[in-house]
C-alpha cells in the first residue's frame, strides 16, 4: 500500500492501480481499498473498471454517497447519461448541498436533438523547386453535425486557387492558375467505446486530363483505453486507383499529454497505362509503407500538437483529415506543427505549419512543399478537442 501512496502522490495513477490490486485478494471486503482503487482507475482515465470496483464498494457499503457519486461520474464519462443520473439525484436527496452530485446532475441532461460544430481555414502554400507549381491558396468550410449525442454527418468543401508559371513575353513572364474543387461527406455513429464513419469525396482538378476523382472510405474507432483507429479508402482517378489502409492508437499517457503512433500502408494501381508517369508507375505499383507519429499537449489555454510522417504515398487521400493530394510526386516525408487557443467557451483560433518532402518519379527534381494555415471553429460549449 505504501508503493502504491508513493506512485499516487507522484501522479502515477495506473501504476498505483495496479500496486494497490494486488493487496485486493488478500482483503475481498475491505470496502475502503476497493473505494481507493475504483479512484485511482477513475485518474487514470480506465472508467470501465472504476465502475467495477465503485459497483463493488457500494455492494460493501450501500449507505456510501462516495462509492455512488464515483459510479455515477465513472457511467457519465463513458457517456452513459441515463444510467448515471440516478446515481446523482439519489446523493442529492440525502445531501442537497453536494457540489459535486449537483453538477453530475446538470452533464447527466440529455443533449439537444442537433448539435454542430462549424469551421473555417485558410492555407498558403508554396511549392519550394516545383517545375509546375509556384503557389496556392485554399478555403475550405466544414460542418460537422451530431444528431442525439449518437449519429454524425458532416459535409466539407473547399476551393483552391493554383498559380503556375505562364508563357515568357516582352513584359517577363505571366502567371497563369486553375482552380481545384474539393467536396467531402461523411456519416455514421458514436458511442463512448467504438465509433463508425463512413465517407465519400470528389475531386476536380482543371490542370490536367485527369481532372476528376472519386474516393471512398470507412473509418472506425474501438477505446478500451485511448483510441484505436482503423480507415481504409479507395482513390479512383482517371489513370490511377489507389487503396489506402491506415492504422493509429491515440495513447493518453496524462491528461495532458497523449501520443498517437501510425501506420500505412498504401498499393497504387496503374489502370491505363498511358502517359510518361503512367509508365513510371506500373513500375512502381508495389505496396508502400509510412510510419507518422502525433504529441498533443492540451491545457486550459488549449493545446499544441508537433508530429512526422516517413515513407512514400503516391496521391494520398486522407478523408479524416480532408485531405487530398493530387501531384505525381511521392510524399517521402512530413513535419507539422500547430496549435489551438480557446478564446472563449464557443470559439477558438487555430494555426498550424506542414513541410512536406515530395520526390519525383522522373528526372524532375525533388520539391519542399510549405503549407501555412489559420482557421477558426465554433463549439456550442465547452470542451476543446484537436
Known amino acids: 500500500m505504501t508503493r502504491a501512496s508513493e506512485l499516487e502522490q ?28 475504483a479512484w485511482l482507475h477513475f485518474n487514470a482515465a480506465h472508467y470501465g473498471r472504476a465502475e467495477g470496483f465503485y459497483e463493488k ?13 464515483g459510479l455515477g ?6 457517456g452513459r447519461k441515463a444510467e448515471a443520473r440516478p446515481h446523482f439525484t439519489t446523493v442529492l436527496e440525502k445531501l442537497p448541498a453536494n457540489t459535486s452530485a449537483r453538477q453530475g446532475v446538470e452533464a447527466s441532461k440529455e443533449g439537444p436533438a442537433l448539435s454542430s460544430s462549424p469551421w473555417g481555414s485558410l492555407t498558403f502554400s508554396s511549392y519550394q523547386n516545383h517545375p509546375n507549381l509556384l503557389w496556392a491558396l485554399g478555403a475550405l468550410v466544414s460542418l460537422p453535425m451530431t444528431f442525439h449525442e449518437r449519429w454524425l454527418l458532416s459535409a466539407s468543401y473547399r476551393l483552391g486557387r493554383f498559380t503556375i508559371p505562364g508563357v515568357a513575353g516582352r513584359g517577363g513572364s505571366s502567371l497563369r492558375g486553375f482552380m481545384q474543387h474539393e467536396a467531402f461527406i461523411s456519416a455514421g455513429a458514436t458511442w463512448p467505446l467504438l465509433g463508425v464513419v463512413a465517407q465519400y469525396a470528389y475531386l476536380y482538378d482543371g490542370s490536367t486530363d485527369r481532372d476528376h476523382g472519386h474516393f471512398a472510405g470507412l473509418s472506425g474507432r474501438v477505446s478500451p483505453w485511448g483510441d484505436i483507429g482503423l480507415a481504409a ?21 496524462r491528461p495532458w499529454l497523449s501520443v498517437t503512433p501510425g501506420f500505412t500502408v498504401q498499393v497504387p494501381m496503374n489502370t491505363t ?50 485531405a487530398i493530394y493530387n501531384i505525381d510526386q511521392y510524399v517521402a516525408f512530413s513535419l507539422n506543427l500547430g496549435g489551438r487557443l480557446l478564446l472563449d467557451s464557443h470559439w477558438s483560433l487555430f494555426v498550424a505549419y506542414q513541410l512536406d518532402r515530395l520526390e519525383a518519379l522522373d528526372a524532375e527534381p525533388d520539391t519542399n512543399l510549405h503549407l501555412f494555415t489559420l482557421g477558426v471553429a465554433w463549439r456550442p460549449g465547452v470542451g476543446e478537442r484537436k
Open 10 to 37: 507522484a501522479g502515477r495513477h495506473a501504476d498505483a492501480a495496479k500496486a494497490l490490486a494486488q493487496v485486493v485478494p488478500q482483503y475481498p471486503q475491505d470496502y475502503a481499498l476497493h473505494l481507493q482503487l
Open 233 to 253: 479508402n479507395l482513390s479512383l482517378y482517371d489513370d490511377l486507383t489507389v487503396v489506402r489502409v491506415h492504422s493509429s492508437y491515440r495513447l493518453p499517457l
Open 273 to 322: 497505362g498511358a502517359g510518361p508517369s503512367n509508365s513510371q508507375l506500373i513500375e512502381d505499383s508495389k505496396a508502400l509503407f509510412s510510419g507518422q507519429l502525433e504529441v498533443l499537449l492540451r491545457g486550459k489555454p488549449g493545446s499544441i500538437w508537433f508530429g512526422g510522417k516517413l515513407g512514400k504515398e503516391l496521391r494520398p487521400a486522407d478523408l479524416d483529415a480532408l
Open 73 to 78: 461520474w465513472s457511467l457519465l464519462r463513458q
Open 57 to 69: 464498494a457500494l455492494e460493501l457499503s450501500p449507505e456510501s454517497w462516495e462509492a455512488r457519486l
